[in-house]
């Protein structure tokens, strides 16, 4: 499904480098989890990938079921199935949350030559779905993310995600800042849309996420590398251990 | 004051052969009209509130000449809205092209008629909001208008309007220059919907006085035309009395130079007023607000709402002024200006003021120039909305507090598919 090969990335507008060679392969239906330290460039390579400017790929690739993720534009490469829930959603004032889950639907339908949901289908899926979230009307009506709580902007990416079925999902940070009931919410509604087609890659600091998420692979992340490369116990290692072993290890 | 020789000239010039006065109520109004603005000359570039916006285009005597502008596939405005509809031709009111002036809960007058019968309301208002609103800042574009508009309609509303009034204003002329003077009266308990859309004139002097009175309620909104080359100077003169109603919203979508003054006066206790504007230019566009918003009773409340959106070297300027006089005691004032500057070639120019000689008022005012939002920018194009589109959006969420000033869900909805269709027409 995704496919990343030797990817190297610095800052557009300073010699910054950050990702100094990712190589990743993640296979339909699997479900892998980045873990590392902060500052290692795990948002940077959810970034790159979604196409998020600022960043330029000094070298490698990216491609989705053989697609050059790097050569289109963020709204293509939604549009080819891939989904970034943000560390840090953005609140977009004036614009309503269900305007933007419509438009965002519907733009994503019109580039793969679907036709667009009517009003009513629309209105219907989002209710059930957000539902499922306890994601009440009122949050729907409400400017994207403006007044969310930490929480609430998470299980507001779960819904965008959720609506857009995506196939490769790329999660960054999306427990952080969530307490325990909502982040069962959360998980749920990731696990819900498990299947043999969809893929997924989290991204978090803490082990009790994968609780949650059953990750395939394991991946550890150190200063834009992955340096390590497990089964679901490598979790469970850093979460005794920290990185400060891994990293001696890699060195 | 004695004036200059050269503005005494220029005033000379510029009114010689234009309308004179008349007889009856109206030829004596235009002829008051005639001795304050020789009292006052012309406005220029010196004067405090034309220091953003030059007005030479607008008071010499040539006209410049403004190319007819096709307007494609696009519909006109409040198109889909029931309406009554009433043309102007180059600034000449024409009842063959308009609708039966015959509306339930309102009387309509072509100005061009009145001079002859009392028309008491009229003669009560016509020039006299105007002359009011010389203090403290002069216009005088608005008396040289009193002093030698011809065309025009008095409206007055006696019950409640059975649906919108549309002033229509079509263009013929690459070179027209056209006054146009409007009167209306909302008469207590009234309530009455104006229309105007459509580019005026080459150049366009307007003048419209509202007065409202106890109860009434007046909403105006007005479409200023595409055309691209058109030069206009409106001045809306308002009056709210108490527990009354004033709601004014312009879209203004190009045109070379626009300068809309609104002088508002809450008269009566509990009065509202709100003035919004949202304008778009791009290119060689001049856009100017200057409102001055007084309070003059207890508890009244003002509102000024005003957003452009700038590129290719667009200038837009906001002058507004909330005066809160002695005894207007539980003010409740509040203005906003922004503007979106789509490029760094672009230019906002705002002069926001507050005047208060009250102690127990809430005033808030505030003005930002900012670029688009980046980072939404992508988060929208992360969920798979095209740049152009996710641009669209948030300019329209820029504007969305401006459009949220029209009360009417249809027409406001009209107005927002304008702004996309604008948006669509000047991508890049
Ligand atoms: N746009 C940016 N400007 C400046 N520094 C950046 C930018 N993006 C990332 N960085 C830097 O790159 C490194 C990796 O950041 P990030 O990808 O956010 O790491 P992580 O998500 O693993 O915590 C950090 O040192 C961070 O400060
Ligand atoms: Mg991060």
Request: aromatic share 6%; charged share 25%.
């Amino acid at each position: 499904m995704l496919e990343i090969k030797n990817l190297h990335v610095k800052l557009e507008e300073e010699d910054k480098v950050i990702l100094r060679g990712v190589d990743l392969s993640i296979g339909a239906g699997e479900v892998h989890a980045i873990m590392g330290p902060n500052g290692s460039g795990k948002s940077t390579l959810s970034y790159v990938l979604a196409g998020r400017e600022g960043y330029a790929v000094t070298d490698g690739s990216a491609t989705l079921d053989g697609a050059d993720m790097l050569a289109m534009e963020p709204e293509n490469r939604a549009a080819a199935g891939l989904f970034l829930a943000f560390q840090y959603p953005v609140e977009i004032p004036g614009v309503g949350n269900m305007t933007f889950l419509r438009t965002a639907v519907n733009a994503q339908r019109k580039t793969r030559g679907e036709p667009e949901l009517s009003a009513g289908d629309f209105l219907k899926i989002v209710r059930e779905k957000a539902k499922t979230l306890k994601i009440d009307a009122d949050m729907l009506k409400r400017p994207v993310n403006v007044g969310f709580s930490g929480g609430e902007k998470k299980r507001n990416e779960i819904l965008q995600m959720a609506m857009l079925e995506p196939r490769m999902c790329i999660l960054d940070e999306t427990d952080s800042g969530l307490d325990v009931d909502a982040m069962k919410l959360v998980s749920e509604g990731v696990n819900a849309l498990r299947s043999e087609g969809r893929s997924f890659l989290v991204i978090t600091h803490y082990q009790r996420l994968l609780d949650h998420i059953k990750p395939d692979v394991v991946h550890i992340m150190a200063a834009g590398r992955i340096i390590k490369t497990g089964g679901p116990e490598l979790a469970l290692e850093v979460e005794n251990n920290g990185y400060a072993d891994l990293l001696a290890e890699a060195q | 004051m004695a004036q200059p020789q050269a503005k005494t000239d220029a005033l000379a010039a510029r009114v010689a052969g234009l309308a004179v006065a008349g007889s009856g109520w109206l030829g004596a109004a235009r002829r008051d009209a005639a001795v304050r603005l020789s009292a006052m000359g012309l406005p220029s570039r010196r004067d405090e509130y034309w220091r953003y916006t030059d007005p030479v285009s607008l008071t010499q005597t040539v006209v410049l000449p403004a190319a007819l502008f096709e307007t494609a596939d696009e519909a006109p405005a409040f198109d889909g809205i029931d309406r009554l509809r009433l043309v102007f031709v180059d600034g000449v009111f024409d009842p063959a092209q308009s609708d039966d002036p015959t509306l339930a809960g309102v009387e309509i007058t072509a100005l061009r008629a009145a001079g002859t019968t009392d028309i008491h309301w009229a003669r009560d208002l016509y020039g006299v909001l105007e002359a009011r609103g010389q203090t403290p800042v002069q216009r005088p574009l608005a008396t040289l208008n009193t002093a030698h508009a011809t065309e025009g309609l008095l409206i007055r509303a006696t019950g409640r309007a059975a649906k919108p009034v549309d002033l229509i204003y079509l263009r013929k002329s690459e070179t027209s220059d056209a006054m146009v003077h409007h009167c209306i009266k909302v008469e207590a308990g009234a309530e009455l919907t104006v229309l105007e859309n459509g580019p005026g004139a080459a150049r366009f002097t307007k003048v419209m006085e509202v007065d409202v009175a106890e109860g009434g309620r007046f909403h105006h909104v007005r479409v200023q035309g595409r055309d691209a080359e058109r030069r206009a100077a409106t001045h809306l003169f308002a009056r709210v009395g108490a527990n009354a109603l004033f709601k004014s919203f312009t879209l203004t979508a190009n045109g070379r130079l626009t300068r809309n003054d609104a002088v508002i006066e809450l008269a009566g206790h509990d009065g509202v007023a709100h003035v919004a504007g949202a304008a778009m230019g791009d290119g060689d566009f001049h856009h100017d607000d200057t409102v001055f918003m007084t309070h003059a009773a207890e508890r009244c409340e003002s509102r000024q709402v005003f957003k452009k959106v700038l590129k290719n070297g667009a200038v837009g300027v906001f002058q507004g002024k909330i005066l809160v006089k002695p005894g207007a005691q539980k003010t409740d004032g509040y203005q906003i200006s922004q503007s979106l500057l789509l490029d760094g070639a672009s230019q906002f120019l705002a002069k926001p003021e507050l005047e208060i000689y009250a102690d127990d008022v809430k005033c808030s005012h505030g003005s930002t120039s900012g670029a688009i939002d980046e980072v939404a920018l992508f988060y929208l194009q992360s969920r798979g909305v095209p740049r152009r589109v996710a641009q669209s959006l948030l300019v329209l969420a820029f504007l969305a507090e401006a459009i949220a000033e029209i009360d009417d869900e249809a027409i406001a909805e009209d107005i927002r598919s304008r702004l996309e269709g604008w948006l669509a027409r000047h991508e890049g």
